[in-house]
């Protein structure tokens, strides 16, 4: 009839009750209600002769209250007659065990959601080539009808040369890690698109890859935006920045897209000062020495992927693509770092001075790329003005 005749102090202390209390209660008492329907119905087959023993994992309804999970093993004992005299049971306490499973099922539910919800291709594939998860970010990028047909494909098979891939491998294979690795990629249809991979390799223990995880920018549109440049001359011959022109050609391309995937840009307006007494004093040889150490500093301060340009004279522009409000200032400093670094080594009376103003991009405003300029070259004179006089250090730039 289900009541616990004897019971040993693990489970009381188990369930909180004495064994005085345990033996006046059926086992449905103290099961979570929600339990009690699987755990009697298993119950009743071993009585009935219909099975030798059964197990189920359940809650039980402490005395005070608290649910705690337990793995139930049961079986009968039966008299010299064959008629069934008591039930015996082991009850293992798992619910420490439990409650890891559920944090575990709530962060892989939290991984998948952020696998699924960024707009970069996610990918994870073994070392012989074989896809073991993508994300549909991805699966769309590649035009693929959906996650299965794309998990059929050997990763090498994506590439459409097979130097790129076997790049990639030794790249891999020396480093475990690649970065910002620019690539084509074959789609569906058979077309080709350009894409940025950063990927790293996970190892065990011993070092072993148990995979690779990587994640793939489509910049085809950049590419095309650089081919554009490249046809039509538009770089600076002196920094080997882009020119005027160049910048504009890019940057209109680049506010479009993100207007599309609604993401911000950062627009950084620098000048050199002092460049007419560098060219009066030290001669126009070096004013060109300083300007291109000025844009080789703007090179280490910014990611490849940003636009820089040389704009005029002393005058530099950099679009920084993807990167938040937030960032203007550690950009600043970066810079700021960098040319004391500069500083520091160059002989008396060659140090350079760099002023910046910056203003943030955001979709909804849609001001145009010539406002976004004139803004940050406002700011760029107010700092100007303010560390001129001030005597502060040698970079300087508020954000608009």
Excluded at 136 to 147: H, I, N, Q, T
Excluded at 349 to 366: A, D, F, H, N, Q
């Amino acid at each position: 009839q289900g009541h616990p005749v004897e019971s040993n102090p693990v489970l009381q202390k188990m369930l909180g009750y004495s064994a005085d209390e345990l033996r006046a209660m059926v086992f449905t008492d103290f099961t979570h209600p929600e339990d009690v329907a699987a755990d009697w119905r298993l119950f009743q087959e071993v009585v009935e002769g219909r099975r030798d023993h059964y197990q189920i994992e359940k809650r039980y309804i402490r005395k005070d209250g608290q649910v705690v999970w337990g793995r139930l093993t049961a079986s009968l004992v039966c008299g010299p007659d064959g008629a069934p005299s008591f039930g015996i049971g082991m009850v293992e306490d798992i619910t420490e065990a439990k409650h890891a499973e559920v944090a575990l099922r709530v962060s892989e539910e939290r991984y998948r959601n952020l696998f699924e919800g960024v707009p970069e291709g996610l990918y994870r594939s073994a070392p012989d080539g074989t896809l073991l998860d993508v994300n549909l970010a991805l699966v769309r990028m590649l035009g693929y009808p959906d996650r299965e047909t794309l998990l059929a494909v050997d990763a090498s098979r994506l590439y459409p040369s097979a130097q790129q891939r076997d790049y990639w491998q030794n790249r891999m294979a020396a480093e475990g890690v690649v970065r910002n690795f620019e690539t084509q990629l074959r789609c569906f249809d058979g077309s080709t698109l350009w894409v940025c991979d950063s990927a790293r390799a996970v190892c065990d223990a011993k070092g072993r890859v148990l995979y690779y995880e990587g994640a793939l920018e489509d910049i085809t549109e950049r590419k095309q935006a650089e081919e554009e440049l490249r046809n039509l001359s538009l770089a600076d011959e002196l920094t080997g920045l882009y020119n005027r022109r160049g910048f504009f050609t890019l940057a209109e391309k680049q506010l479009r897209l993100g207007d599309r995937t609604q993401r911000g840009v950062l627009l950084v307006f620098a000048d050199v000062d002092g460049m007419k007494r560098i060219n009066d004093t030290l001669g126009h040889q070096m004013g060109d020495q300083a300007l291109k150490e000025a844009a080789e500093l703007l090179k280490q301060t910014f990611r490849a992927s940003d636009i820089l340009a040389r704009f005029g004279g002393d005058e530099f522009v950099v679009l920084a693509i993807e990167t938040g409000k937030a960032e203007a200032e550690s950009l600043t400093r970066r810079l700021c770092e960098k040319l004391e670094a500069r500083n520091a080594a160059a002989p008396a009376g060659r140090e350079l001075s760099i002023s910046m103003g910056v203003v943030y991009y955001e979709p909804e405003t849609g001001i145009s790329i010539d406002d976004l300029l004139s803004r940050a070259d406002r700011a760029m004179y107010e700092a100007k003005r303010e560390r001129l006089g001030s005597g502060a250090a040698p970079a300087q730039g508020p954000t608009a």
